[in-house]
């Protein structure tokens, strides 16, 4: 299936160069230069000669997975896969399977990429949880999904943006007038615009004109006024490529463009500073207030294949790109960001845990929670991709190929209710920031984790007429439950006070909850600092108590590298107790490294062994 959000907005990595010759120099050259439709018919003929090799078979492969033909692409996975093949080429293997929906024959090709990459997140991550797909499909549905009238006939629609005027804007490749781009054979994008009515249907879409070129234009993104537009733009447009000497083809990238409308059209179009063409940026998503800009990018400094970024606007001028890191990004593509009034970021991955290919998710980023899966039957086997939400209406559109092309479905969110807990300290009547709630159906089964936020609240979607149980902790916190009952559309409260433990302190020490350091790094993380922050309570109701922290390593590393590691460690947690006011006359620290064993195992500690010897102890000087 060709798609045509493969040029504009993924950003795939080459295959490894071993196997190039004369007889593939060809295909290789449409390859390289992302003309995989061409370069599929040059490497078909090469794979029926009798001197058809591994390098054939994965090129092949690689080119039916750029332009999302799982079917074929897995065939020829296979194939490369029974030689020498890299453990990426193991991974896409995986993932077209899972498109195709033959989980059994994933998890395995899963198995081989994770011990041939036993440190990347995506194997770890299938590792804790190789059989996930029965959790996605059994969890409560979140949206009813309906197909719209915007009817696409084989092209793609994608991009949709519904305004608070009741204006779905969207790009297409409709335009059959369009020459055709090359590279996936299909017309280059436009963008179109269409009236939805009061039953949810809508008019037959229309060009806007001012903003469309001879080359890909969208999709967008409005502010909240509707008067500025952010939009992505071929480079090709706007005379911003390079040159490909090898291929003789010009390359361009996408770039983010802004527009404003003037007496009701769209115009004074200007680049944004942070395109390039060296990298693509695209998909963009304005924040309500208008202050941030989010996008995806295979801009330098990513995590992955493609990266969800963000950056600050100010007037007229623009920060510098951030990337929102490993809770949202990975080593594969995550794409299509859609920022809500709220802050919750919808996006598309590939490597997230779905159901195959693209899977839509969702993260509040005023928490550090994870990503959600939105299950079915927003996400299927196919792709389900570029998801937005329109609060006004309560509806949101997205795109999927689960019936042959990239078309525009409308998503509808099963309830409304809101159930939001408040966790509170029983004594002081404070709130608790990153108190774990887990919900609860009916059985008992949990079924979903997350932790207050900074006001110590967390709110659950929930099915009005349902009940939910509730299991609430935190540390220095006994446990709690407590019930959601059933409630009309809307908000409801439950407030959850949690009875505070006590810190130990013995003649000799203060003993607290291990204080854990991030792997190879000395810095105090958030969960040290709800630890020491305990310490400093002790101290400041001892005035005159002086404590001495020592810092111990595992036996892992090499004995001078551990006693690095644990001095900083050490310096770290006293400095960290001296800027929240400690005198540093109270406070000292030294790091011992692996010599001072809890449990003496030598160098061949068990996981658990080594984890009680690594820890940081608070010795009692002076009382």
């Known amino acids: 299936m060709k798609r045509i959000y493969i040029t504009i907005s993924m950003f795939l990595l080459l295959a490894v160069g071993y196997g190039q010759n004369s007889a593939t120099a060809k295909a290789d050259k449409l390859f390289d230069s992302y003309q995989y439709v061409a370069a599929i018919e040059e490497y078909l003929k090469l794979a029926e000669n009798k001197n058809a090799n591994d390098y054939i078979y994965t090129q092949l492969a690689e080119s039916y997975y750029n332009v999302f033909d799982s079917q074929n692409a897995s065939k020829w996975y296979a194939k490369a896969v029974k030689g020498k093949a890299s453990a990426e080429t193991y991974y896409r293997y995986a993932q077209t399977l899972k498109v195709i929906g033959n989980y059994q024959e994933a998890n395995k090709q899963m198995d081989v990429f994770a011990k041939m990459m036993p440190k990347d997140e995506r194997a770890k991550e299938h590792l804790a949880n190789p059989n996930y797909i029965p959790s996605l499909t059994n969890t409560t549905k979140l949206f009813e999904v309906a197909e719209t009238n915007i009817k696409n006939k084989g092209q793609s629609d994608f991009g949709a943006l519904l305004t608070n005027d009741n204006i779905l804007y969207f790009a297409s490749t409709r335009n059959s007038s369009n020459k055709t781009d090359k590279w996936i054979d299909q017309p280059y994008l436009d963008i179109y615009q269409s009236n939805r009515y009061g039953n949810g249907s809508f008019s037959e879409p229309s060009l806007v004109r001012e903003l469309n070129t001879p080359f890909h234009d969208g999709p967008l993104t409005l502010s909240a006024d509707g008067n500025t537009m952010f939009f992505a733009r071929d480079g090709h447009s706007e005379g911003q490529y390079e040159k ?12 983010i463009y802004k527009a404003t409308k003037v007496d009701g059209k769209w115009s004074n179009v200007e680049a944004l500073p942070f395109n390039s063409t060296s990298y693509s940026v695209t998909n963009p998503s304005l924040s309500n207030d208008g202050r941030t ?6 801009m330098p400094g990513g995590l992955g294949e493609s990266d969800i970024w963000k950056v600050s606007i100010d007037a007229i001028t623009f920060g510098k790109p951030q990337n929102l890191g490993p809770n949202v990004n990975t080593a594969d593509r995550e794409n299509f960001p859609f920022i809500t009034e709220d802050n919750v970021l919808y996006f598309a991955s590939t490597s997230h845990q779905g159901l195959g290919g693209f899977d839509v998710f969702r993260t509040d980023l005023n928490t550090a929670e994870k990503p959600q899966n ?5 996400n299927t086997e ?14 949101g559109y997205f795109s999927s190929n689960r019936n042959g092309s990239d078309a525009i479905y409308a998503a509808t969110p099963v309830c409304k209710a809101e159930a939001t807990i408040v966790v509170t300290n029983s004594k002081t009547n404070t709130v608790l920031a990153n108190a774990t709630v887990a919900i609860s159906d009916v059985k008992g089964n949990v079924i979903e984790t997350k932790q207050t936020n900074a006001q110590g609240k967390v709110s659950y979607a929930i099915e009005c007429t349902v009940g939910y149980g509730l299991k609430v902790s935190a540390q220095n916190f006994e446990n709690a439950t407590a019930a959601v009952k059933s409630t009309k559309a809307g908000e409801t409260i439950v407030a959850v006070a949690l009875d505070p433990t006590t810190v130990i302190i013995t003649d000799t020490e203060v003993i607290l909850n291990p204080v854990y350091f991030e792997y ?3 810095n105090i993380t958030a969960q040290g600092a709800v630890e020491l922050d305990k310490l400093i309570k002790v101290m400041n109701d001892y005035p005159t108590m002086v404590i001495f922290v ?31 006011g400690i005198t540093a006359a109270r406070i000292s620290g030294k790091g011992f490294g692996s010599t001072e064993q809890k449990v003496k195992c030598g160098t061949n500690c068990t996981q658990e062994q080594d984890a009680q010897n690594r820890r940081s102890e608070f010795l009692i000087v002076k009382k």
């Open 244 to 255: 490909n000497k090898k291929s003789n083809s010009k390359v361009g990238q996408q770039g």
């Open 293 to 298: 800009l989010y996008f995806a990018s295979n």
């Open 374 to 378: 939105l299950g079915k039957p927003v």
């Open 382 to 395: 196919k792709d389900d991709f570029s998801f937005s939400f329109n609060k006004n209406a309560n509806i």
């Open 520 to 522: 190879d790094k000395s």
């Open 550 to 580: 020592k810092s111990h390593t595992d036996s892992k590393g090499s004995a001078a590298y551990n006693l690095n590691l644990s001095e900083k460690r050490a310096q770290s947690t006293v400095q960290y107790l001296i800027s929240k």
